[in-house]
């Protein structure tokens, strides 16, 4: 599987941006796919994740309500819909892929493929 994730930008505090992030091979029913955030010198954060199969939703605590993840199968693309967003919320975004389902979907090493990031800046 590899992931191409896009839609990065700079936004305005309290605007909205949407990445998408395409897999080019098959995403399996078991699969789960899941967007973590970077920002320079702090570790890598779980943002949202989704089960390919039932669609079933999970957030990081920081984004709740804030942000939304969506699928769509016939493209292999998944998306991230940001509102409200934040200085915070300034970072390098990548969507990933586990494979089995079986991890955590919260930490990163239960993924294992990775796309290239995508840069969001949240600044006035």
């Known amino acids: 599987v590899q992931l191409q994730a896009s839609g990065g930008g700079l936004v305005q505090p309290g605007g909205s941006l949407r990445l998408s992030c395409a897999a080019s091979g098959s995403i399996f029913s078991n699969d789960v796919v899941g967007w973590f955030r970077q920002a320079p010198g702090k570790e890598r954060e779980f943002v949202a994740g989704?089960?390919?199969?039932?669609?079933?939703?999970y957030y990081g605590d920081s984004v709740k309500g804030r942000f939304a993840i969506s699928r769509e199968n016939a493209k292999n693309t998944v998306y991230l819909q940001m509102n409200g967003l934040k200085p915070e919320d300034t970072a390098v975004y990548f969507c990933a892929v586990d494979a089995y389902g079986q991890g955590y979907y919260g930490a990163s090493a239960s993924y294992d493929y990775w796309g290239q990031g995508t840069q969001v800046t949240v600044s006035s």
């Open positions: 989704i089960k390919w199969r039932s669609g079933g939703r």
